[in-house]
């Protein structure tokens, strides 16, 4: 069973440390392909010089041990022991001086005029922050990233429980997000893309399905978009999501989710105000669409166990006019009216 | 091999008087029945005790990977949910790296070192059974917690705050904690004994340039255990101190820190790996100097190497944490060790080939398993190589790329040249030898299955899959490389089956081929197979690295050891001259007691403090019975002394 039953997913590559798309992921790639080609280089050698050192040993007949070899042959033999020992540190040598290298490019690269946001972890989510000297000129969003071409992104990483690790392999390398700490990770998107990035530190039930997009568009584009996170929620349109709204914020939904220009203002799990507009759901474990929103409102403990939405299953069977608490097929519709609307 | 002795080393056992053997065999023996099997201290059935344990552990730890394997083997997978998957691999991890590899090399130790260095019995042998003690009521504390469904599930590391009292709720994370501390105790126990008995029970001559390899690994082995196992001590007992009263040692709330628990943890969790790795180059070099035919190339140059990895194992704990914001200028100092202790390696491989090239190669099955080091721990060294690299680490760190790292140089370089070395010794502790074709069998399946389910983790991390995930979606198009790891599994559990079968075949019915069957060189080989309760009779004198082979005639001997007490001949540090002599202690219940008492309270602190208060009378009187003066030691102990 998948759970994107959508086949327009398909995200070989999108979350790859070989396929990169900015300069961080870029040279973490070229020191790869460096020491990889060192690597299987000393590889086929080691077991060349075993295979040699085995069918050419010196014939000798009979097994009788050879407890004191002869001195002379032990010597030529440690002459080339020992040099080739030096050429291994040297090589090792010139792959410490690669890797500082690498170290120092991804130090230099400009953070300068960067776009700042703030990233933090929950489990099993990704809270985005877009930072903004103006608290008004703010935008919240959940899972879901986007990033203008090639300006350089200053992320803030906190965590909200446990340590997470945000990774978009084909940006750049990993930060750890360390409850108690803050960490800094920089990155730039040289071409347009959805790349997928997960969660790399095993932080519970859910560490698997912990995933993000990462989506990087020409520079107006993403003004645009951003201009669109800004603005609060759109209002109902008709009375079906006139309902659905109602239904969100006096039923438990409230509680745990927020909506701009609504009373729904809980802050403990994703922010809801533009969720329509979104690719995926449950931190990019589902494709975003209407049936695949029904179901996990329904049931989300069965698409992703163990995580901390609670299951309206039995509110949805027993339905009819339930008592207050359950989600009766009407109710469900209107809300999926109401947050489908929600561009 | 068999059709031509060039030694008999039966030659030098005649020389004892059989009443003086009656004498010995009634002194050194063991108890007979189930009391005796309680109160052994014979390091030899101590140490066959420890194997096999430590074997079905392994077995343990390989059922659960092939249930991870099967629940990854497609995407999206509803085999095990993410609960059951997480104690899963926790129990993996802490299994194969607590109760299977740290353990069965010191069991190989227990047994083989007092053997290597000529002498009766391991150094403090009712520590060494306490220490077996320990060891299995911590593995079963365990497994009783996994199978009661309260097993750890916090990973094998246990990071906080994901352990700590917040998330990690119920117990399952203080029976991972007091695991470790179960373990240590036993390890530290171990570490101890094989430095003393390799320290000043060697044979009168085997100086310590003399001291066979493995001897020397054990050592380095036992010293990085001293070393690093306090460290784990400190944090496991902190988690628990934490989840049980309250301390915040690990909560940056009120003023912990989360990432000293990584510190802690790695600067055990690093030097954990060559304490695993260590002792399986010095089967390499047994394994290859004997089926050479000759001593291994550059001994000097292979001692120091074990003890410069030894060194630097401990300065490179941080290349675990290189995804943490510890500062760059820090890292940079521990990519510089990660990267130059593949230096000492490197050249023991070198010394290897140049043994092998200057020797006579005998392509037998432990040769089989050791040459396979030569490509799957040399890859995963290349690998480790990568991981060093900081900017590289951040990409590969936490995903697969790691765990094909971590099986090829734990699989590669210390299960493959233990497989070698159960095949090796297998006659030296039943007196039978393994079955050759099933051998064959054993090692392609291995070799075949290994590569094919670990070398495609390499890519499938490269390709963003992170570790300790239950299932991935569909469309990250993971599904076919996981199909294929899942069947090289399927091949790994088919070939340990073969070698199963083979030992449960061969124990009974394998070919009788004497005392010395490789016609290997070192000491263990001088004395019977089995070796008699007593190890050797009369104890042997050396004259060089490879004794037997160098004195083919027979060895000279020491004479003059009492028969009628259990004692050993100390020798001195450097140059292994006859010091004195030494009374080892006979057969005991007390550290069977004293480990039972320590156990109720290791266990007990895991739900109430106060076990440690009430817990320790039991241990306290249990010690007092152990060290309880004797009679009859007091009185000779009085008669010998001079007055001042």
């Known amino acids: ?343 | 091999m068999s059709a031509r002795q060039p030694m008999d080393p039966t030659n030098f056992e005649p020389l004892g008087h059989s009443a003086e053997r009656e004498r010995l065999e009634q002194t050194w023996s063991t108890p007979p029945g189930i009391y005796g099997w309680l109160t052994t201290v014979d390091h030899k059935l101590i140490g066959k005790r420890f194997i096999v344990t430590a074997f079905f552990f392994f077995l343990a730890g390989g059922i659960l990977a092939m249930l991870m394997r099967l629940q990854l083997a497609q995407p999206d997978n509803r085999l095990l949910g993410p609960d059951l998957y997480n104690q899963i691999f926790t129990m993996h991890g802490t299994t194969m790296m607590f109760l299977f590899a740290v353990p069965i090399m010191e069991a190989m130790g227990v047994y083989l070192v007092p053997l290597m260095v000529g002498t009766r019995n391991i150094a403090f042998p009712r520590l060494n059974a306490f220490s077996y003690w320990i060891y299995l009521f911590g593995g079963l504390m365990l497994y009783s917690a996994f199978l009661l469904n309260i097993g750890p599930d916090v990973g094998w590391f246990s990071y906080v705050p994901l352990a700590g009292p917040e998330y990690g709720t119920g117990k399952r994370a203080d029976f991972w904690a007091q695991t470790i501390t179960f373990t240590e105790v036993s390890a530290l126990a171990v570490a101890v004994e094989i430095i003393t008995t390799v320290f000043k029970q060697r044979a009168v001559g085997m100086s310590l340039g003399r001291v066979p390899l493995l001897a020397w690994a054990m050592v380095v082995m036992s010293f990085m255990i001293i070393f690093a196992m306090p460290g784990v001590i400190l944090a496991s007992t902190t988690l628990i101190m934490d989840r049980l009263v309250g301390t915040h040692f690990f909560n940056p709330a009120e003023g912990g820190d989360a990432l000293l628990w990584q510190h802690l943890f790695w600067f055990f969790g690093h030097p954990e790996v060559y304490i695993i790795f260590i002792p399986a180059l010095g089967m390499m070099s047994s394994i290859i100097a004997t089926f050479s035919r000759r001593p291994v190339f550059g001994h000097a140059v292979m001692v120091s190497a074990l003890v410069a990895t030894g060194v630097i194992g401990f300065m490179l704990w941080v290349h675990h944490m290189f995804a943490t914001m510890v500062p760059n200028a820090g890292k940079m100092f521990f990519t510089v060790a990660s990267m130059l202790i593949a230096l000492p390696t490197a050249l023991q491989v070198y010394c290897w080939i140049a043994t092998l090239w200057t020797g006579r190669p005998v392509f037998k099955t432990p040769l089989l398993f050791v040459l396979a080091f030569f490509f799957i721990l040399v890859l995963g060294g290349l690998t480790g190589l990568m991981l060093a690299s900081i900017s590289l680490d951040t990409q590969v760190h936490d995903t697969f790329f790691v765990v094909a790292h971590l099986h090829y140089v734990l699989i590669g370089g210390a299960v493959f040249p233990l497989f070698g070395a159960f095949y090796y010794w297998f006659p030296k502790i039943t007196g039978r030898l393994l079955n050759e074709t099933a051998g064959r069998w054993n090692f392609w399946l291995f070799f075949i299955g290994f590569n094919l389910a670990f070398f495609p983790m390499h890519q499938l991390g490269l390709e963003g899959m992170p570790r300790r995930v239950y299932t991935y979606p569909e469309a990250m198009g993971w599904g076919g490389l996981n199909l294929l790891a899942t069947i090289g599994a399927g091949l790994i559990a088919a070939s340990v089956l073969v070698f199963i079968g083979n030992v449960l075949w061969c124990r009974r019915r394998g070919a009788l081929v004497g005392n010395n069957p490789w016609s290997a060189g070192t000491l263990e080989w001088a004395t019977t197979s089995p070796p008699p309760d007593y190890n050797f009779h009369p104890v042997p004198v050396v004259a060089g690295p490879e004794p037997l082979w160098e004195r083919a005639t027979g060895l000279p001997v020491v004479a003059g050891l009492s028969d009628t007490t259990r004692e050993v001949l100390v020798t001195t540090l450097i140059e292994a001259k006859p010091d004195h002599r030494e009374e080892l202690p006979g057969p005991s219940l007390w550290p069977l007691i004293s480990a039972l008492a320590l156990a109720a309270l290791f266990v007990g602190s895991i739900f109430t403090p106060w076990a440690v208060v009430w817990g320790s009378i039991p241990v306290a009187a249990a010690l007092i019975g152990w060290f309880w003066p004797k009679k009859r030691e007091t009185e000779e102990e009085v008669a010998e002394e001079v007055p001042p």
């Open chain 1, 1 to 343: 069973m998948s759970l994107f039953g959508d086949p327009h997913f398909a995200w070989r590559n999108a979350q790859s440390a070989l396929n990169s798309a900015g300069p961080q992921a870029a040279r973490i790639e070229a020191y790869w392909w460096l020491i990889f080609a060192v690597s299987a280089l000393a590889l086929i050698l080691v077991v060349l010089a075993m295979f040699y050192a085995l069918f050419h040993s010196r014939r000798r007949s009979d097994l009788e041990p050879e407890f004191r070899p002869s001195p002379k042959l032990e010597r030529s033999r440690g002459w080339v022991v020992g040099i080739l020992g030096a050429v291994t540190g040297v090589i090792l040598l010139g792959l410490i001086a690669g890797s500082f290298a690498t170290d120092q490019a991804l130090e230099s690269f400009t953070a300068q005029d960067a776009l700042s946001i703030d990233v933090i972890g929950h489990q099993w989510w990704w809270e985005v922050q877009y930072i903004d000297p103006v608290p008004s000129r703010r935008a919240s969003t959940a899972n879901e990233i986007h990033v203008p071409v090639g300006r350089t992104v200053a992320l803030t990483l906190k965590s909200h429980d446990v340590i997470h690790s945000f990774w978009a392999p084909n940006l750049t390398g990993k930060q750890d997000l360390i409850p108690g700490h803050e960490a800094t990770l920089n990155f730039r998107a040289d071409r347009a893309g959805v790349f997928r990035g997960q969660c790399a530190e095993f932080c519970g039930y859910q560490h698997a399905y912990m995933g993000f997009l990462v989506v990087a568009e020409p520079p107006d584009q993403f003004a645009a978009w951003l201009e669109k996170q800004r603005a609060p929620a759109m209002t109902p349109a008709n009375p079906s999501q006139r309902r659905g709204q109602e239904v969100f914020l006096s039923r438990d939904c409230a509680l745990c989710h927020t909506i701009q220009g609504t009373e729904a203002s809980g802050k403990t799990a994703p922010d809801l105000t533009h969720l329509a507009g979104r690719k995926t759901l449950a931190a990019a474990t589902l494709a975003n669409n209407p049936s695949t929103l029904a179901a996990w409102i329904v049931d989300p403990q069965s698409l992703k166990p163990g995580n901390h939405m609670p299951s309206h299953l039995q509110s949805v069977r027993l339905g009819g006019d339930g008592p207050s608490g359950l989600l009766n097929q009407e109710d469900l519709q209107a809300l999926l009216d109401y947050l489908g609307n929600l561009e």
